[in-house]
């Protein structure tokens, strides 16, 4: 199986910029649909962002379009989140998920591997 772990997580206040890393290992992942998800404190577990395995076409939740984007290199086994004009209720713990299949998914029981989380915490 894929393993993952994310990095890149902190503190930071409102308006500024992190960039988050997925390393994967074990398998390669051009395969793989590569997705940020994202889970604060009593809520749900939601889909943040997605790089499509075939062509890594990105695709971004409504609350992160334009201040996210999500770019990977396949030849480093990494995805990564680059997160500008931070807000505070981006403020959760960030997860860095694999997919396979030809296309990205937003729930994320379809994903079958997942990090163990690193955590951005954006005051205002």
């Known amino acids: 199986q894929v393993q993952l772990k994310e990095s890149g997580g902190g503190l930071v206040q409102a308006g500024g910029s992190l960039r988050l890393s997925c390393a994967a290992s074990?398998?390669?992942?051009?395969?793989?649909?590569m997705a940020w998800f994202r889970q604060a404190p009593g809520k749900e577990r939601e889909g943040v962002s997605c790089?499509?395995?075939?062509?890594?076409?990105?695709s971004y939740a409504p609350a992160v379009k334009g201040r996210f984007t999500i770019s990977r290199d396949n030849a480093k086994n990494a995805v990564y989140l680059l997160m500008d004009n931070l807000k505070p209720e981006d403020t959760a713990t960030y997860f860095c998920?694999?997919?396979?299949?030809?296309?990205?998914?937003?729930?994320?029981?379809?994903?079958?591997?997942w990090g163990q989380g690193t955590q951005v915490t954006v005051s205002s």
């Open positions: 790089s499509r395995a075939s062509d890594g076409r990105p």
């Open positions: 074990g398998r390669p992942m051009s395969t793989y649909n």
């Open positions: 998920a694999v997919l396979g299949g030809p296309e990205c998914q937003g729930a994320s029981a379809a994903y079958g591997s």
